[in-house]
């Protein structure tokens, strides 16, 4: 069974770091492409950014480009987005999400890990 | 940014009526389309991709259409579990985007 689970959130300070983790599991993980997508609560889906399979290329949203880095290891099964430089409006539920098998889509996604960015 | 238009924004529906919803992209995206059903307090689930393929497991009363810049999800006879947030999604290049969302809710 695919699984995967986020992890890693919590409150930060603006211009504060965060660190999320998306654990894998259920699938060869090397294989897939990978997301993150967020979610004010109550609001609209935010794609934020892709890594591929080897982590040799990302995408990011122009509203966290520069600020947040995506990354992987293939080893642990692992997913990471490294936000820095935070802001208020980065505050939202983060979502890791896997591509799908065949298509780009993701159709396998995390539960999701809640940010939230006040002083 | 390729802008997708999701429209309407909300609409009541009674179980057993046939649903439309319309997302418009700002350009021609081909048929990089997927659509997602999002209920309270859940993570969304792929429901169609490639504008119109039905993703494994989805009920066929859900269906898409179009290409392009004008797309469609119908739901021919909408369940009770059907009532949800719809969330159309580009992928025809980065950065990826979604549209605004519709609620579907009960009349």
């Known amino acids: 069974e695919v699984q995967l689970v986020d992890s890693g959130g919590g409150v930060a300070q603006p211009g504060g770091s965060l660190r999320l983790s998306c654990a894998a599991s259920g699938f060869t993980f090397d294989d897939y492409s990978m997301h993150w997508v967020r979610q004010v609560p109550g609001k609209g889906l935010e794609w934020v950014s892709l890594?591929?399979?080897?982590?040799?290329?990302?995408y990011y949203a122009d509203s966290v480009k520069g600020r947040f880095t995506s990354s992987r290891d293939n080893s642990k099964n692992s997913l990471y987005l490294q936000m820095n430089s935070l802001r208020t409006e980065d505050t939202a539920l983060y979502y890791c999400?896997?591509?799908?098998?065949?298509?780009?889509?993701?159709?396998?996604w995390g539960q999701g890990t809640l940010v939230t960015v006040s002083s | 940014a390729i802008q997708m238009t999701q429209s309407p924004s909300s609409l009541s529906a009674s179980v057993g009526d046939r649903v439309t919803i319309t997302c418009r992209a700002s350009?021609?995206?081909?048929?990089?389309l997927g659509w997602y059903q999002q209920k309270p307090g859940k993570a969304p689930n792929l429901l169609i991709y490639?504008?119109?393929s039905l993703q494994s497991g989805v009920p066929s009363r859900f269906s898409g259409s179009g290409s392009g810049t004008h797309f469609t999800l119908t739901i021919t006879s909408l369940q009770p579990e059907d009532f949800a947030t719809y969330y159309c999604?580009?992928?025809?290049?980065?950065?990826?985007?979604f549209g605004q969302g519709t609620k579907v809710e009960v009349k």
């Open positions: 350009q021609d995206i081909r048929n990089d």
């Open positions: 490639a504008a119109s």
């Open positions: 890594i591929s399979w080897d982590g040799g290329t990302t």
């Open positions: 999604l580009q992928d025809y290049n980065y950065p990826w985007t």
């Open positions: 999400a896997r591509s799908g098998n065949g298509f780009p889509l993701f159709d396998y």
